[in-house]
Structures are given as C-alpha cells and as structure tokens.
C-alpha cells in the first residue's frame, strides 16, 4: 500500500476526479487513491476520506503563488494538503 507522501510525490500524474483515502495525515499514513465508482476498498482497509485530488493539486497551486511562485518540496506540498484537508482552507503564510 501506498503512503501519503507516496500519493503526494506523484500528485501530477493522478486524475482530478480521483480521491484520496488514508489512516491519518502524517506522511507515513497508509493511503489509497480510488477513481470514482463507489468502490468500499477504502473502508475495508480501514481508510477514511482524505481530500479529492483536483483540491489537493490546488492548495499546492495557491501554496506557490502565495509564496512568490515558489516551487514548493514534497513536504511543504504534505503540509498545504494536510492544511487544506483538515481546515478546508489554504496554508497561510508564515
């Protein structure tokens, strides 16, 4: 199974209808990227809902051009995903 820094390190080539399952927000967590059609794989490996991967692309889009169009790393992406998925608002700046 996959990690969220896994899910996140190849975030480009995921489909925006997409969604991302996990068992927490650490980079760590176990995670499942499922296409949607209803599929109960996620719950019955324990996974909760994450974010869709067309929100999760944008809070890495809005990360970089609130910082000057910075290109963020993969664990400043883990942070505005992580942000995004619990606040369902965007990283501010420091």
């Known amino acids: 199974m996959l990690t969220l820094r896994d899910v996140v390190k190849d975030l480009d080539q995921l489909d925006d209808d997409e969604t991302i399952y996990t068992d927490g927000s650490s980079p760590a967590a ?14 019955e490996a324990g996974l909760r809902y994450f974010l869709e991967v067309a929100l999760a692309k944008e809070a890495v889009v809005v990360w970089s051009e609130w910082r000057e169009g910075s290109e963020p790393t ?21």
């Open 30 to 43: 176990r995670a499942l990227v499922v296409a949607p059609r209803g599929d109960d794989q996620p719950r």
């Open 74 to 94: 993969i664990d400043d992406k883990l942070m505005a995903i992580s942000y995004y998925a619990h606040h369902d608002a965007y990283l501010p700046r420091d």
